[in-house]
C-alpha cells in the first residue's frame, strides 16, 4: 500500500526478477582531503526496503554521484586512499532509522572497510640503506695505554714498573736469604772454619809454624765441604721442586736471572768465607810462634783463601745449572775436589805414573789451597796465586756453557 502523496515507484531488479545493467561509476580524480558528509537519502515509500552503499572514509573527496531510484542499490567504486597514519576511519553503526525516511523504512549501511596500505614500489637489488641516525659514529683514534703513566686510554689501577738487573738481584737476595739450606750450610761452614781453626792455633800454641797462619788451610779445606752443596742447590733446588717456572715467568730473560744467581751467591760467599779466614789467621797470627806473614802471604791467607772457596762455589752452582739435578751435581764436585788426590795417592808407587799422580797432586784443590797458606805439597807445582787463576779459568768455562744451555733449553 502506497501514499496517496507521492507517486508508485518502479520495481527494482530484487522485485521483479528482471536483471538490469549497473551503471560503471566515472574515475574519480585525487582531490584534496574533505570531511565526511552523508549522502542526502531521497524519499522512500512505506514499506519499502531500501541497501544504499555507504561511500567509505577516504580523505579524497568523493565524485559527484548518480541519482539513485527508492529502494534500488548502486554500488559505486572509489579509488583507494592513501596511507596516512594520523587518520583513521571510525567505524560507522547500522541504523535502522535515519533522517529522511519514513517509518518502517530500515536502511542498512554497508560499511566499507579499511583501505589497505599501497604495496611499496620495489627496490633496486643492493644493502639496504643505513638511515643516519644507525651509522656507527667514527671516534677519534685514541692512543694506547700508556703502562707507564697512563698519558692516556686505559690505565691499570696496579702499578706497573719496567724491571731491571737491580730487580733480579733483589729476588734472588731474598730466596737466598730466606731458605733454610742456606741457613744451616753457611751457619756449618763458618762453624768448621772458625771452630777448626781456632782449635788448631790452640793445639799449636808453644810451637814455631813458617808462617805462622799456615796451619789455618785444614779448617777452610773442611769448609769447602759445605759451600760445594751450597752452590748447587741455589739453582737446581727450583728445578727440583718447579719454582724456576715462577721465576723465568717473572722474568723471562733466563741470563738475567743466572746472571744475578751469580752475583748475590758469590758476594755472599765471598763475605762470609773472608771473614771467617780473617778471624783464623789473626788467631793464628797471636797463638802460635813462628815467622810474622808478609802482606802478600796475609792477603793469599784471607782473602785469597775467601776467592779460592767463593769460586769453587761458582763452579758448583755452573754444574748445577748444567746437570738440574742435585744429587748428580753434589756428587760429581765432590768427585773433581777428592778424586784427584786419592787416585795420586794409588800411583804414587808406580814408576811409570809417577809423572802423571805428581800433576794430579799439583793441580788438585787441597794442593792449591795449600799453596795460598805457603805450604804445597810438592815445591815444583803452581806457586803464589796461581791456583787461584786456574780455577777461576775452569769456573768461567763451566759457567758460560752454563749460560747457553740456559738459553736453548726449556724450563
Given at each position: 500500500m502506497t501514499s496517496p502523496q507521492q507517486p508508485q515507484p518502479e520495481r527494482g531488479p530484487h522485485e521483479t526478477g528482471a536483471q538490469q545493467p549497473m551503471p560503471a561509476a566515472p574515475p574519480m580524480p585525487p582531490t584534496a582531503p574533505q570531511p565526511e558528509q552523508p549522502a542526502a537519502a531521497p524519499a522512500q515509500e512505506a514499506?519499502?526496503?531500501?541497501?544504499?552503499a555507504q561511500q567509505p572514509p577516504a580523505p579524497a573527496a568523493p565524485g559527484p554521484t548518480l541519482a539513485k531510484e527508492a529502494g534500488t542499490m548502486m554500488l559505486q567504486a572509489q579509488p583507494l586512499p592513501q596511507q596516512q597514519p594520523q587518520q583513521q576511519p571510525q567505524?560507522?553503526?547500522?541504523?535502522?532509522?535515519?533522517?529522511?525516511?519514513?517509518?518502517?523504512?530500515?536502511?542498512?549501511?554497508?560499511?566499507?572497510?579499511p583501505a589497505q596500505a599501497p604495496q611499496p614500489?620495489?627496490?633496486?637489488?643492493?644493502?639496504?640503506?643505513?638511515?643516519?641516525q644507525a651509522q656507527p659514529q667514527q671516534q677519534p683514534h685514541q692512543p694506547a695505554a700508556n703502562w707507564q703513566g697512563g698519558q692516556a686510554g686505559y690505565v691499570s689501577p696496579i702499578p706497573v714498573n719496567n724491571t731491571h738487573f737491580g730487580h733480579a738481584l733483589a729476588s734472588e737476595w731474598t730466596k737466598i736469604r730466606s731458605v733454610r739450606s742456606t741457613i744451616w750450610t753457611l751457619g756449618v761452614m763458618v762453624l768448621l772454619i772458625v771452630g777448626i781453626g781456632l782449635l788448631t792455633a790452640t793445639a799449636m800454641s808453644g810451637h814455631a809454624v813458617n808462617p805462622k797462619?799456615?796451619?789455618?788451610?785444614?779448617?777452610?779445606?773442611?769448609?769447602?765441604?759445605?759451600?760445594?752443596?751450597?752452590?748447587?742447590?741455589?739453582?737446581?733446588?727450583?728445578?727440583?721442586?718447579?719454582m724456576i717456572r715462577t721465576t723465568m715467568t717473572a722474568c723471562p730473560s733466563r741470563a738475567r736471572v743466572l746472571g744475578a744467581k751469580v752475583i748475590v751467591f758469590f758476594l755472599l760467599a765471598f763475605v762470609i768465607t773472608t771473614l771467617a779466614t780473617t778471624l783464623v789467621t789473626l788467631a793464628m797470627s797471636g797463638m802460635v810462634d813462628g815467622r810474622e806473614p808478609t802482606t802478600?802471604?796475609?792477603?793469599?791467607?784471607?782473602?785469597?783463601?775467601?776467592?779460592?772457596v767463593s769460586t769453587l762455589g761458582l763452579l758448583?752452582?755452573?754444574?748445577?745449572?748444567?746437570?738440574?739435578?742435585?744429587?748428580?751435581?753434589?756428587?760429581?764436585?765432590?768427585?773433581?775436589?777428592?778424586?784427584?788426590?786419592?787416585?795420586?795417592?794409588?800411583?804414587?808407587?808406580?814408576e811409570s805414573l809417577k809423572s802423571l799422580?805428581?800433576?794430579?797432586?799439583?793441580?788438585s784443590v787441597p794442593n792449591s789451597l795449600a799453596t795460598l797458606y805457603g805450604i804445597p805439597f810438592l815445591p815444583d807445582g803452581p806457586q803464589g796465586w796461581t791456583p787461584l787463576l786456574i780455577l777461576a779459568g775452569v769456573t768461567a768455562a763451566a759457567l758460560t756453557a752454563a749460560f747457553v744451555v740456559q738459553e736453548q733449553r726449556d724450563v
Open positions: 514499506g519499502t526496503m531500501m541497501l544504499q567505524p560507522q553503526p547500522l541504523a535502522a532509522h535515519g533522517p529522511g525516511r519514513d517509518a518502517g523504512t530500515m536502511m542498512l549501511q554497508a560499511q566499507a572497510a614500489q620495489q627496490q633496486p637489488q643492493g644493502p639496504p640503506p643505513v638511515p643516519p797462619p799456615a796451619f789455618g788451610y785444614f779448617s777452610v779445606m773442611l769448609g769447602t765441604l759445605c759451600i760445594i752443596p751450597l752452590g748447587v742447590l741455589v739453582i737446581s733446588s727450583e728445578y727440583g721442586t718447579g802478600d802471604e796475609f792477603l793469599r791467607a784471607t782473602v785469597g783463601a775467601g776467592l779460592y758448583a752452582l755452573a754444574v748445577g745449572s748444567l746437570l738440574r739435578h742435585s744429587a748428580g751435581a753434589i756428587s760429581a764436585l765432590f768427585g773433581v775436589v777428592l778424586l784427584p788426590m786419592l787416585l795420586a795417592v794409588f800411583m804414587l808407587g808406580s799422580s805428581q800433576a794430579l797432586i799439583n793441580y
